[in-house]
């Protein structure tokens, strides 16, 4: 799939932060705002502007109202009217500080969303940069299923009609929680981490051949279903096919490259009398044991060569 950019709309960031609206010249759904990045506009109201980025929410706290005060209101004018100018993406007081009537009256006349909050700045920016860096993580959409299995984010993956959502149901029954089916959207919130989410159109919906929708929320409880997790582990579902040779140990360490990310992944063949959800189960619980430093395939193998009267250290 192709990978794209995140957006989040202005109301979104307004609502997740409980902010103050002050003026905003359109309706706060319809702006969007791109960058992850913030900055707090010390040094653009002294003057410098180099490298300034419009994309940008500027934050404006104590330092920054304090350098303010000193000056008179023409020259206070002349600053605002020189950072506003450059229609920044938003301009937000923290910490309790008001945008004065000439900071007020700028905003609206460079059509600038101006927005406070009580918040610590340093609090703020850290919730604001944290909750940017997931809506707008760069992102792509596979098809599959995704589950949360013992604490283990799975990912299962295969051609249509192998049986992934049939297994969802049967882990959901079995007490694991249901987070997207068919559509999964994957974003890279870091170097090290993919989170896995639904769409919001298909979001605690799963679909079963021969029944159609299934609102997996209303019949199983709000308990089994996350609106996300992080993807630790995937799962590739395909039917059996005679004389192919399957992994048995579990030495070999297999991983798939979502983005840039490397994620554990193992292939489980398919066919009648073969219970998924119970094998997808240990699969979790197995992950979860590596993870923890526990790799029963390797004990196995060190078991084995003493056994054989080899040094499993020297090899």
Not at 35 to 44: A, D, N, V
Request: charged share 25%; aromatic share 8%.
């Amino acid at each position: 799939m192709v990978e794209s950019r995140g957006r989040v709309s202005l109301q979104r960031i307004i609502d997740e932060c409980k902010l103050e609206v002050v003026c905003v010249p359109d309706d706060p759904a319809n702006i969007s705002i791109v960058s992850t990045e913030i900055f707090r506009p010390g040094l653009r109201l002294a003057g410098f502007f180099d490298e300034f980025d419009e994309k940008r929410i500027q934050i404006v706290g104590n330092a920054e109202c304090l350098y303010m005060a000193r000056f008179d209101e023409e020259t206070k004018r002349d600053k605002l009217t020189a950072l506003f100018s450059r229609k920044p993406a938003a301009v937000i007081y923290a910490h309790g500080n008001k945008p004065s009537e000439v900071c007020l009256e700028i905003a609206e006349y460079f059509s600038v969303p101006l927005l406070a909050t009580e918040a610590n700045t340093s609090e703020f920016i850290a919730a604001l940069i944290s909750f940017l860096n997931v809506q707008l993580a760069p992102q792509i959409t596979r098809h599959g299923v995704f589950v949360e299995v013992y604490g283990e984010g799975t990912l299962i993956l295969g051609d249509s009609g192998v049986g992934k959502s049939e297994t969802a149901i049967e882990l959901i029954k079995r007490g694991h929680r249901f987070i997207a089916d068919d559509a999964v959207e994957l974003r890279k919130v870091s170097n090290k981490t993919i989170l896995g989410a639904a769409p919001d159109l298909i979001k605690y919906y799963i679909e079963l051949r021969g029944i159609g929708i299934v609102d997996v929320r209303r019949i199983f409880g709000m308990g089994s279903v996350k609106a996300t997790e992080k993807v630790d582990l995937i799962i590739n579902l395909e039917p059996w096919e005679e004389g192919k040779m399957y992994d048995r140990f579990g030495l070999d360490n297999e991983y798939t490259d979502i983005m840039g990310v490397k994620i554990p992944s193992i292939v489980v063949p398919v066919r009648p009398g073969r219970n998924l959800a119970v094998i997808i189960e240990i699969a979790a619980m197995n992950h979860r044991q590596k993870k923890m430093g526990y790799n029963t395939a390797e004990e196995f193998n060190r078991k084995l060569m003493m056994m054989s009267g080899l040094d499993p250290d020297a090899m």
